[in-house]
Every structure is written in C-alpha cells, then in structure tokens.
C-alpha cells in the first residue's frame, strides 16, 4: 500500500460477449487505472477486440478455451500483484457500474472496527432485489457475488487464490468464506451501486426461479456441496440457511422452469461427482 490512494487495476471475465459488453465496461474503466480483459471465448473476434482497445487502458488476455471463472480471475489478480496494485476490482462482463462506484468501495475499506475487509462488495442491483438499504452506508456481508468487488490483493496473496476445481458457481461464495475463516471481514458499500444480470430471473411468491442451464445447475450443485463439507463446522448458520435455499431452487425447477428432468438430473450428477471427488470442468454430456 503506497499510504495514500491504493492503485487498482480491474479484471473481467469474458466469454462470448455480445455488442453491448464494450458499452457496460465503458460504465466503469475510467474508475481504475487498468483493466485485464481475460477472454475465456474459443476464439477472438476481431472487431469486437478493437472496440475493446478503443477504451483505453484495456489489456487483452485471450485463452483460446473456456478455463472458467476462478482462472480467469487468478490472472487478473497475478498480473495485478505484479504490476504493483493494490485491490483488483472483479467484473462480470453484463454488469454496469454507476458513477463513482470504485471510489464508494475505497471509502468503505475502512468501515467498522476490527480487522480490514479482504473484500468490499457492491450493492447489487438485479431483478430479484431493487433497492438498496435506505440510511446505512456499509453492512456486513457474507458470501457476496464476484461482480463489483474490491479484492485486497494483500489478502489474495494471503489466503490464496481462487479454487481452479470449481470452475464456475460457488466460486465467490467459498471465497468469502476462506477470507472470513482467516480473520478478514467482507462488507458491502450500500451506496456503491451495480447493476448485474443474474440468469432469467422470474419471481412466484417466496419462490425465484432463475432458469439457469442444466450444466449451470450441475456446477451449482456439486460446489455447493464441496462448500458444505468444507465450511459446515465455521460457519453452520450459513449452510444451513444455504441448503434451505438449495431446496427452494429444487422448488422452482420443478414447478416454474423448463428442461426440469435434465437440471434435476445435474443436481443429481452434480452431488454424486462430490462424493466421488471429481472436479473441474464438467466432461460428460448434458
């Protein structure tokens, strides 16, 4: 830390982005000093990268292979501790920032007593949750979404990265709680406001449905349950609020969505490759 401003780069994760990606990343690039744009597409495309040149303080990372959320942030996050930043703002690429978002984040670092936040989150905007607390700058979080947060590259360094095997889902959730497990707190700036797109969501009553994918549902499932064995014990009222929740999704697929047999089929396939200790990314056939 340089005593003064800490200097924050951003990453965000692509994969296959549409037309508008350039116009969301153009809500929030000038509010760090660089962005690592890590392109998990099977290939690039070439107007859609100069579009993202065009931006300004853009640096392009692509893969050429899908290598999922957790390793494209972990090469966000090297190429930030290397280049001398202090916090690494994570970005998904449908999210949008409103004005003055990174320096909402930076204000909140030092909210509350104890030790520093090893991430500030946003509060996010999405269909399921509209408005923000009314009079409270700061709360304390538990496992907030990737998109928007302000990462203390001081604690990655400390606590390890992102876990490569979940590939994607779940993801921040473990992370959170690692973080919170090693003595750093996770707090949200209510004031910090991004809008994120999270699945096809549609409200019934108590119930959301999210519509996401059949592989999405088997990423879901077999991380949740790695989070579980892993975290029950530190955290149990969390799991257990967790497992209430993973049943209310059971809910919602099976009366609200479609492809039911085939996501309740991942869920299924998705627990049973946590028993048997299979990770990574999913190599069957949905």
Known sequence: MNGLSPRIAAVVVLYRPGEEVPGNIRTWVGQVEVVYAVDNSDSGDGSFVRCLASLGSVIYLPQGENVGIATALNIGATRAVDDG????????????AADGLV??????????EGSAPGIVAPFHLTRAVRRPPPDTEWSEAMTP???GCLLDLAAWQAVGPFRDDFFIDFVDNEYSLRLRRRGFRVVRANRAILTH???DITRHGPLIATNHSPLRRYYKS????????????TFPGHCCFDLVRLTKEIGSIILFEAEKTAKLSMIWRGW?????????KFSGTV
């Open 85 to 96: 930043y202090d916090c690494l703002l994570t970005m998904d690429q449908d999210s949008r």
């Open 103 to 112: 320096a909402r984040l930076v204000a909140c670092r030092g909210a509350g």
């Open 145 to 147: 979404m990737t998109s």
């Open 197 to 199: 797109e999270v699945g």
């Open 222 to 233: 077999r991380n949740r349950f790695v989070v579980f064995g892993e975290y029950l014990t």
């Open 272 to 280: 049973r490759d946590y028993r048997r200790g299979r990770m990574g």
